[in-house]
């Protein structure tokens, strides 16, 4: 079967194999049959080995939904009564966890900063001195709306120095920045298949401490089909998801995770840090500025300037790399104009190269000026 291939410069769902596409192709079946049930199970383990976790202390725990839904679990399910959550908030997807807290009236801190800078460690450090009823520390290890990649592994030990649980949202970085759940000071993390897996959308989970998500039964219950215990003890009970799973992304992400080790860690990860450094050498070519020091981006995801021309129009610029089998992503910094380049999904060099080709003719064919002004 011959499929056309585009190429999403967008950060998530990502650019995928044929192989995986294809993968979700398979005879119909019951979700509750013991052949499916088993692929969850084998599921489960590869996800927790991909954080490098030790099995006897770390699981794995499936949903139905997009990456979002992670957020909502974590937080809901792993505060205990009384307790507070911390967050430090430098983006869009830390400011999300944050409207979530006020959604559930969740007692919490947002500690927010600026998204152009990593967090103030010392302002973190005094928050947990000063409030001693913190419970857990959350924040997100890659803010994708502008490629800033946060020092989890500080973060975590600082939480867990003031007996905090740390959870962190690694949607954008598991399964492309490599990732140790113990060495990092990590006690959850979370993800959805479509992103570093590069599979499809549809499947979400959450990897952590077992024992913790046993402590928390006791918690106080906030949502019915967002509870991670009731997940988890549903997954250990029967081996199946307690609703419903999004059966062809199961199927999905099995050959996903079969090419994401195949391919290796390390191996993935140059390939995505390739892509990357194509994507700002094609930026530096025609004159764009990026937003977030050199340093301190993720090697996933660059945050771009609009140009100062009278003649910009990003929603034609994406049109016309559209039409050319590119798909380009608005920003995500509310006070800035920017656009977003990144370097997910089954994508290499040539493909960047490419890309800045056809970018090139659709900046002439619109009258841009050519290098872009600021």
């Not at 995928?16 to 398979?26: E, G, I, M, S, Y």
């Not at 969740?106 to 409030?131: A, C, F, G, M, Q």
């Not at 081996?239 to 999004?246: V, W």
Request: proline share 5%; with cysteine.
């Amino acid at each position: 079967m011959e499929i056309e291939r585009k190429i999403l410069l967008n950060p998530g769902p990502a650019t995928t194999t044929d192989t995986v596409k294809l993968a979700q192709v398979v005879p119909d079946i019951c979700p509750r049959e013991k052949e499916f049930a088993d692929i969850l199970k084998q599921m489960r383990k590869d996800l927790v080995k991909v954080v490098h976790g030790d099995s006897d202390k770390y699981t794995s725990v499936l949903f139905c939904g997009s990456g979002t839904i992670n957020i909502d679990i974590c937080l809901n399910s792993l505060l205990p009564a009384d307790k507070k959550v911390l967050v430090i908030n430098n983006g869009a997807y830390s400011s999300r966890a944050v409207e979530v807290c006020e959604y559930y009236g969740l007692p919490h801190i947002d500690l927010s900063s600026s998204v152009y800078e990593l967090p103030d460690l010392n302002r973190v450090e005094e928050t947990l001195k000063e409030n001693p009823d913190i419970a857990m520390v959350y924040t997100t290890h890659h803010e994708t709306g502008t490629g800033l990649l946060n020092p989890i592994r500080a973060i975590g030990a600082l939480a867990h120095e003031y007996g905090s649980i740390f959870v962190v949202d690694t949607t954008s970085s598991l399964g492309m920045i490599p990732l140790d759940i113990e060495q990092d000071n990590i006690d959850f993390c979370m993800a959805s298949a479509q992103k570093g897996l590069m599979s499809m959308t549809g499947l979400s989970f959450i990897i952590g401490n077992t024992e913790l998500i046993k402590k928390s039964k006791e918690y106080p219950k906030r949502s019915y089909y967002c509870n991670l215990y009731l997940q988890y003890n549903y997954f250990e009970k029967t081996g199946e998801m307690h609703f419903t799973p999004p059966v062809q992304t199961v199927y999905a992400t099995q050959q996903a995770l079969k090419e994401y080790f195949e391919e290796g860690e390390e191996a993935k990860f140059a390939r995505h840090r390739r892509v990357f450094d194509a994507i700002h050498a094609g930026l530096d070519s025609l004159g764009f500025r990026d937003v977030i020091k050199r340093e301190w981006q993720s090697g996933l995801v660059v945050s771009v300037l609009y140009p100062n021309d009278p003649n910009w129009d990003f929603e034609k610029v994406h049109d016309y790399c559209y039409e050319h089998g590119f798909t380009i992503y608005p920003g995500k910094i509310s006070t800035t104009n920017t656009f977003r380049l990144c370097a997910l999904g089954n994508i290499d060099e040539k493909d960047i190269e490419h890309f800045f080709e056809i970018l090139q003719i659709g900046l002439k064919s619109n009258n841009i000026h050519i290098p872009v002004n600021y």
